[in-house]
């Protein structure tokens, strides 16, 4: 009887160890997957944000359309290029001057 516990409690030994090892590899291999879904879950909560800021200011959703029935749609698009270059520019410039010290990141 004592020698069936002790192989029992060896075999439990072995089953733990390679159980263990493979939850680290497990870990290993999912770590992509853990940064992938930490982005997507980043992506959704920005969106989420950006549907309650135009549920609480409607007024710019309205003006947004009523911008694009008055301008031509082309109009609309060559002014939103140049508004992401000019945004796109301010924040590379923001980051050169802050990694400089001369401006404080906020």
Request: glycine share 6%; hydrophobic share 45%.
């Amino acid at each position: 009887m004592n020698q069936k516990l002790i192989d029992l409690a060896v075999e439990r030994g072995r089953l733990l160890e390679r159980i263990s090892s493979q939850r680290q590899l497990l870990a290993q291999q999912l770590q992509p997957l853990g940064e992938a879904m930490g982005t997507a879950d980043r992506v959704v909560a920005g969106a989420r944000d950006c549907g309650d800021y135009l549920k609480r200011h409607p007024e710019l959703v309205a003006t947004s359309v009523a911008v694009l029935v008055i301008l031509r749609p082309s109009r609309v698009w060559r002014w939103a290029r140049r508004g992401i270059v000019a945004w796109r520019t301010w924040r590379m410039l923001r980051r050169e001057l802050s990694q400089l010290g001369l401006v404080d990141r906020a």
